[in-house]
C-alpha cells in the first residue's frame, strides 16, 4: 500500500461515512461494484480513472470546497497530476452546455455498444406440473406483442401467495417463449419481500441490464432517470423479455418499463399489482393452489412412480396436507426422497398435525422453508392487517366477512374493510366467495403461531369472546326469523363493546346467512366449549336448530346438541338441559336412532317435571308421540298426543294445541280413521294459521293431503300437497319436501298420472339421497317397481329387458 493510496483511500472512507453511506449503498450510488469501492479504500486498487473520481464524488454528493479536496486527494493518488475533468467538463459533455450526471450519448451513439444478446432467465424447475390455463393466458399476453398489433408495451404481473409457483411459472413460460424474443431475455430478482436492505432499487436492476447489454460501467449513468433513458434507447426496435421477478409493488417495476413495442415485461409478485394494470394496463393473472390432480401428479414424479403407485392413499394424503400449494409438496416429496425407505403413510402421519405441520416441513434453507417464505410476506404488512393475519389463526371458521373481522379486531367497518383488502391484496388471504375471505391451511397454520407468539393471552381471549359475541347474537336473530314460534327462547345479555351483530331481514336472509356460515358456527360451537364460554355453546345449537333440521344437517344437529347438553350440566341449568335433551332427542329421530331418543325424551320430561314446567312437559309428550309413530306404534302414538294436547290447552298454548291436533290427525290417518282424521287436521289448520306458522301450515297441509287420499279425494290431495310443497320450498325445509313428493307421488299413481308420479318421486329420491336418509330405498323401491310395469308392456313388444328385479313397493308414511 503506498502513502499517496492511504491519503485517497482514507479521504474516500472519511467522506462516504459523514455521507451516511455504507459501500454498498456508495457501490450502488456511482456505479462501480462494491470490490472496487473496498479496494480504493485500502489503496490496493490501481490508479483511478478521472470519470470514476468523478462518480464518486457524485455519488457522495461533494461540492465546493469539499470536492476540490476530494479530487486533489485523487489527483496525489494518482501521482500529483491533475484529477481529470471538473464537473463541469466531463467526458462527452458539450463545451458551455449544461452539466449532466455521467452523461452519456444515448440514441445517436447507440452503435458504439457492443452487441450483446442476454440470456438472463434461470434454469426451469425440474418436474414442472400443470398451470395449462396461466400459461395459455400468458401466451394470449404475448400474443398482443407481435408484429402488426397496436403500437404499446405489453406487460404482465403473475401475483399469487408465498409458495404458490409464482417464478417457476414465469421462468417455465420465458424458456417456452424465447424464441419470440430473438434479442434476449432478460431477468432480476427484486427481493421485493425481503428485509429492507435486500431490496432492490429499480435503479440497480437497470444497472444490472445494462451490464447484460454490453454497456462498460464507465458509461452507465448515475441519475437514475438518466439510466433508464439509456436502457429504454437500447431496447427500441428489439424484442426482448423481461422477467422483473418478486417484486414488492409496482412502484419497484415501473422504471424497468421498456418505451417502444416488441418487448414484454414479466413480473411476478406476491402482491396483487392493480396500480400497474390501472396505470399501465398489465393484465394481472392470479395464481391459486395446485388442483387434487396436479397436486398427485407433482408428487409422483418428484417422488418417483414405484413408490406412488404403491402407496397412492398416501399420496392422496399427502396432497391434501400440503393444500396444493407447490413450495410445500416439493419439500415433502424432498424429504420423501431423502428417506427412500421410509412409507409414504408414516410421513402423512408426521403432516397430519396441523400444529406441528410447519416443523415437518421444515428445510433449514430460507428460500425453501414454509415458515421463512410466509414470514417475508407478512413481515410488510402495516400494524391492522398484520393483526388480523394473526387472529385469523383463533378464528373458528375457515372463512370470515368484514362484520366477523369487526368483532375479532374490536375496531370499526372501515378498519376491518381495509384489513382484509390488504390482506387480499398481498395474497396472503383469498376472497374465494364475494364477501368472504379465507386463508390457506398452512397459512392458517402460521398465523396461530404468530397469534400464539405476538399476541398476549388477554388481548386473544378478548378476541375470541367478541368474534363468538358476534355469531351468537346474529344466530339467534336469525333463529328468530327463520320461526318467530320457537319455544322456551334463551334470554341474551347484551352484546359485547365493538361487536355488532348482523341486521337481516326476513327469512330468506336468515337461511341464507345460516347457510353461509354453517361451517364457521360449528367451529365456534367447539370453540366456546374449549374456552369455557357454556353460555354461547348451548345457546349458539339452540339457535341452530332450525336450519340444521331444515337443511337435513342431522348428525351436526346430534353433535351440537350433545355440546350443548355438556354445556347446560356444567351450567346447572334444569332448562337449558331440558331443551338440549328434547332437540337431541328430535335429532335422534331424523337419524332413526329411536333408543337413544326416547332415552333424551324420558330424561327431558323427568326435568320439566322438576321445573314445574307444564309446556315444556306437553313438548315431551309430542315429541315421545312422533318416536313412537315412527317406531309403527301409531295407538302409543295417539296417546301421547292426546296427552300433550291436554297438557297445552291447560297452558293456553295456541301454537302447541295446534302441534299436537295436526299430530293426533295425522296418527288417526295412519290407524285408517281419515275421517277424524280430517276433522282435527281442519281444526290444527286454523290455529297455525292464527299464530302464523308456515312450518306448521305445511305439515297440516300434508296430514290433510293423506287423509284426502284415503277419502279418495285424489284431486283434493293434490292439491293439499302443492300447498305443502309451496310453503316448505319457500321455507328451505328439504325433508319435509321430500316426504310430501313421496306421498304426492303415490297420489299420482292412485290416479293413474305415472308420469306425474315418477316425477315426484325422483324429485323426492334426490332430495333423500342428497341427505343419505333411509327413506331413499322406498321411494328408489317405487320409481323401479313403476319403471319395471310400464317397460314391461314395452318389452312384450320389442323383447327389450326392463330394468331387472325390483324390490316391492314401499310401505308406510313419515309425518
Known sequence: MTGEGTVFGTRLCADRRSAGLTQQELAERSGLSLRAVSNLELGWAKVPHPDTVHRLADALGLRGDSRTGFLAAAGRRLGGGAAGPGPGDRPNQPSGGPVQQNAWPLAADRSQAPAVTPHQLPAPVPHFTGRTAELAALNAVLDAARPGRPAEVVVAAIDGPPGVGKTALAVRWGHEAAAGFPDGQLYVNLHGFGSSDE???????IRGFLDALGIPAERIPLDPQSRAGLYRSLLAGKRVLILADNARDAEQVRLLLPGSPGCMMLVTSRNRLIGLAAAEGAQLITLDVLPDDDARSLLTRRIGTRRATAEPDAVRELARLCGGLPLA???TAGRATARPAMPLAVLAAELANSASRLGALQTGD????????????????????????????????????TPAAVALLGIGLDGARAALDALASANLATEHVPGRYCLHDLLRAYATEQAAKH??????RAAIQRVLCYYLHSSHAAALLLNPHRVAVPALTPPCPGVTPERLDGHQQALAWFEAEHQVLLGCVSLAARTGNDVCAWILPWAMTEFLDRRGHWHDWAATQRTALAAATRLGDIAAQAAAHRALATACVRLTDYRQARTHLAACLRLHRKLGDRTGEAHARHSLGRVAEHQGRYADALRHEQQALTLFTDAADQAGQALALNAIGWNYTLLGRPQQAWAFCQQALTLHRNTGSRVGQAQTWDSLGYAEHQLGRLDHATACYQQALGIFRDLGELFGQADTLARLGDTRAAAEDLPGAQDAWQQALDILADLHHPDAAQVRAKLCQHQHSASHLFTQESGLVGCGDAPGPATGHDA
Open 199 to 205: 431490496i432492490m432499487a429499480a435503479a440497480t436492476a
Open 329 to 331: 409438496l416439493a419439500v
Open 366 to 401: 430460507p428460500v425453501t422453508d414454509v415458515r421463512t417464505v410466509f414470514s417475508w410476506s407478512c413481515q410488510h404488512l402495516r400494524q391492522e392487517p398484520a393483526r388480523l393475519f394473526r387472529l385469523l389463526g383463533v378464528h373458528p371458521g375457515t372463512d370470515i366477512t
Open 455 to 460: 399476541e398476549p393471552a388477554p388481548r386473544r
